[in-house]
């Protein structure tokens, strides 16, 4: 039902900064909890952070508080991933993923089971 589409990654350097968007299309976004994940080469795909349908609830992996914010704009239909002092760690594919619909307004899920509908990934290369 739900597409999404991540943008934004690029090449930046070690502490710099970046901010992925998800647009998402095809059913209103509000009915998700939305997540972003990553995956390095040669490694299973690592959740990073996750925002409840209404925004009031987030999740995030121990490594990425304080560094990443995850914000959504319901009405834009777009959810972000703000991240901050980079290190080259984080240098992955980052995807986005809607859950199943109609989770608790509470529900920031880490489980990527959980995630019904993916995005093909924006590359994040960060360079020491």
């Known amino acids: 039902q739900v597409q999404v589409v991540e943008s934004g990654g690029g090449l930046v350097q070690a502490g710099g900064s970046l901010r992925l968007s998800c647009a998402a299309s095809g059913s209103p976004v509000e009915l998700y909890a939305m997540g972003w994940f990553r995956q390095r080469p040669g490694k299973e795909r690592e959740f990073v952070a996750a925002?409840?349908?209404?925004?009031?609830?987030?999740n995030y992996v121990d490594s990425a508080k304080g560094r990443f914010s995850i914000s959504r704009d319901n009405a834009k239909n777009t959810v972000y991933l703000q991240m901050n002092s980079l290190q080259p760690e984080n240098t992955a594919v980052y995807y986005c993923?809607?859950?199943?619909?109609?989770?608790?307004?509470?529900?920031?899920?880490?489980?990527?089971?959980?995630?019904?509908?993916w995005g093909q990934g924006t590359q994040v290369t960060v360079s020491s």
């Open positions: 925002i409840s349908r209404n925004g009031g609830a987030v």
């Open positions: 993923a809607a859950s199943e619909p109609w989770y608790a307004m509470t529900y920031a899920t880490d489980k990527d089971q959980e995630y019904r509908n």
